[in-house]
């Protein structure tokens, strides 16, 4: 449910509730939702008079920030989306997208998309209230969605609901999540606190190159900063094992699974893995230029040949030119032959360099992320988490000037009991 202006505006269904608004265009339920946006001027971009609402590329222009006063809303908790398209568009889904890189399919829960859509609906100074999982407050692995939302927020309350409140339909822990977006003034206010304690930022990189230097192995978990930790627990996870043993301990044939393989063994076979893949690559490159030395082979063997006949032939000048003319249009034949042959074969070691270029190191990242040395040194060479880091650390010095009370309750009768009557 949506509320809008004075309040008189409310827009209830399935449509203003897309991800996507781009599928707003798909039907006639959509076309009068987008009208009365229009109408009712609450869109944040201003939409031509002679716009006819029937390009879906031009959706998310006019549609993606509206202008609503509230939002109450319990989005789906179930099912992912995998659209590459519609995730770029969202400031939430990003971690899933780097994690992804550029050749795995990225995903992101559906709830989670949902917040920053609910957000984006909301003008400046306006109230939502959010049904969502339990997980999204305490998950230490989700704390990016929660630094999202007090970025953009004021936090006003979070009330915990029965587990009994939506059975028998699901049983999961829910709460409601109760804020309001920051006004223009409100922000600048942020900004400033911001940039005001921006100058005694800790100075992450040069931390975390002395715990390097100062262990020549592994670096000892408990020797990790914290944030640093939370970090690394939230960005990366160990890659996982080509056979993972099944559940009950048995095989597909009933005999015993082996045990999964040790610490030290994964990182042994993934140290092999990388220096298969380099020798490959060498390998490969070799070939490809002795692609060049087979022609030259060819070539000095023709020189050779010519130069022989010239030294036993007994006639004039003009008979050897004309003996020899044959004889090098057929060598010339014959590298020109050489060199077609060749042309798809280098064509074919070329993809091949391609592919073990991009796979060494995606198989360099995976040694890294089975010890904490090699995750800490991912940290360190990559600007944006660094970047993290120090957000991280000015929020919260960000939130300690800018304190306020916020409401915390939790519903201990759920108004069910567990058969869901």
């Given at each position: 449910m949506?509320?809008?202006?004075?309040?008189?505006?409310?827009?209830f269904?399935?449509?203003?509730?897309?991800?996507d608004?781009?599928?707003?265009?798909?039907?006639?339920?959509?076309?009068?939702?987008?009208?009365?946006?229009?109408?009712?001027?609450?869109?944040a971009?201003?939409?031509?008079?002679?716009?006819?609402?029937?390009d879906?590329?031009?959706?998310?222009?006019?549609?993606?920030?509206?202008?609503?006063?509230?939002?109450?809303?319990?989005?789906?908790?179930a099912?992912?989306?995998?659209?590459?398209k519609?995730?770029?568009?969202?400031?939430?889904?990003?971690?899933a997208?780097?994690?992804?890189?550029?050749?795995?399919?990225?995903?992101?829960e559906?709830?989670?998309?949902?917040?920053?859509?609910?957000?984006?609906?909301?003008?400046?100074?306006?109230?939502?209230?959010?049904?969502l999982?339990?997980?999204?407050?305490?998950?230490?692995?989700?704390?990016?969605?929660?630094?999202?939302?007090?970025?953009?927020?004021?936090?006003?309350?979070?009330?915990?609901?029965?587990?009994?409140?939506?059975k028998?339909?699901?049983?999961?822990?829910?709460?409601?999540?109760?804020i309001?977006?920051?006004?223009?003034e409100?922000?600048?206010?942020?900004?400033?606190?911001?940039?005001?304690?921006?100058?005694?930022?800790?100075?992450?990189?040069?931390?975390?190159?002395?715990?390097?230097?100062?262990?020549?192995?592994?670096?000892?978990?408990?020797?990790?900063?914290?944030?640093?930790?939370d970090?690394?627990?939230?960005?990366?996870?160990e890659?996982?094992?080509?056979?993972?043993?099944?559940?009950?301990?048995?095989?597909?044939?009933?005999?015993?699974?082996?045990?999964?393989?040790?610490?030290?063994?994964?990182?042994?076979?993934?140290?092999?893995?990388?220096?298969?893949?380099?020798?490959?690559?060498?390998?490969?490159?070799?070939?490809?230029?002795d692609?060049d030395?087979?022609?030259e082979?060819?070539?000095?063997?023709?020189?050779?040949?010519?130069?022989?006949?010239?030294?036993?032939?007994?006639?004039?000048?003009?008979?050897?030119?004309?003996?020899?003319?044959p004889?090098?249009?057929?060598?010339?034949?014959a590298?020109?032959?050489?060199?077609?042959?060749?042309?798809e074969?280098?064509?074919?070691?070329?993809?091949?360099?391609?592919?073990?270029?991009?796979?060494?190191?995606?198989?360099?990242?995976?040694?890294?992320?089975?010890?904490?040395?090699?995750?800490?040194?991912?940290?360190?060479?990559?600007?944006?988490?660094?970047?993290?880091?120090?957000e991280?650390?000015?929020?919260?010095?960000?939130?300690?000037?800018?304190?306020?009370?916020?409401?915390?309750a939790?519903?201990?009768?759920?108004?069910?009991n567990?058969?869901g009557d």
């Amino acid at each position: 449910m949506l509320i809008a202006g004075d309040g008189h505006t409310n827009i209830f269904g399935p449509d203003v509730s897309s991800l996507d608004p781009r599928t707003w265009y798909e039907n006639s339920s959509g076309q009068a939702l987008m009208h009365g946006l229009r109408q009712a001027k609450l869109t944040a971009a201003k939409i031509p008079e002679q716009e006819t609402l029937k390009d879906d590329d031009r959706a998310w222009e006019y549609f993606d920030e509206l202008k609503f006063d509230v939002v109450l809303a319990n989005p789906p908790f179930a099912g992912e989306m995998k659209d590459r398209k519609m995730l770029a568009r969202y400031e939430l889904a990003k971690p899933a997208l780097k994690r992804a890189g550029s050749d795995k399919a990225a995903k992101e829960e559906r709830d989670v998309l949902f917040i920053e859509r609910i957000l984006k609906m909301l003008r400046p100074g306006g109230r939502a209230a959010i049904v969502l999982p339990q997980g999204k407050f305490n998950n230490s692995s989700l704390a990016f969605i929660r630094e999202w939302i007090l970025k953009k927020a004021r936090l006003l309350a979070v009330v915990g609901l029965h587990p009994n409140t939506f059975k028998p339909h699901t049983g999961t822990k829910t709460s409601v999540l109760f804020i309001q977006k920051y006004t223009d003034e409100q922000l600048a206010d942020i900004a400033r606190v911001h940039d005001d304690v921006a100058k005694d930022c800790p100075a992450y990189e040069t931390e975390i190159q002395a715990l390097l230097d100062a262990h020549e192995g592994d670096v000892p978990e408990d020797a990790i900063p914290d944030a640093v930790a939370d970090l690394i627990s939230e960005t990366f996870s160990e890659p996982e094992l080509d056979e993972p043993a099944a559940e009950d301990g048995e095989g597909e044939d009933g005999e015993e699974t082996p045990e999964p393989p040790s610490e030290e063994d994964r990182i042994a076979a993934a140290e092999d893995k990388v220096d298969a893949l380099k020798s490959e690559l060498v390998g490969v490159k070799q070939k490809l230029i002795d692609l060049d030395s087979d022609v030259e082979a060819l070539e000095w063997q023709q020189k050779n040949e010519i130069e022989a006949i010239g030294d036993t032939f007994a006639g004039t000048a003009r008979e050897l030119s004309a003996h020899l003319k044959p004889i090098k249009a057929e060598h010339k034949e014959a590298v020109k032959a050489l060199k077609a042959k060749q042309k798809e074969t280098a064509k074919r070691l070329k993809a091949e360099i391609k592919r073990l270029e991009k796979a060494i190191p995606e198989a360099e990242r995976d040694l890294k992320l089975l010890t904490s040395r090699g995750k800490l040194e991912l940290v360190l060479g990559d600007d944006d988490l660094i970047g993290t880091l120090k957000e991280r650390w000015i929020a919260a010095e960000v939130a300690k000037r800018l304190d306020y009370p916020i409401f915390m309750a939790v519903s201990e009768r759920g108004g069910k009991n567990n058969s869901g009557d």
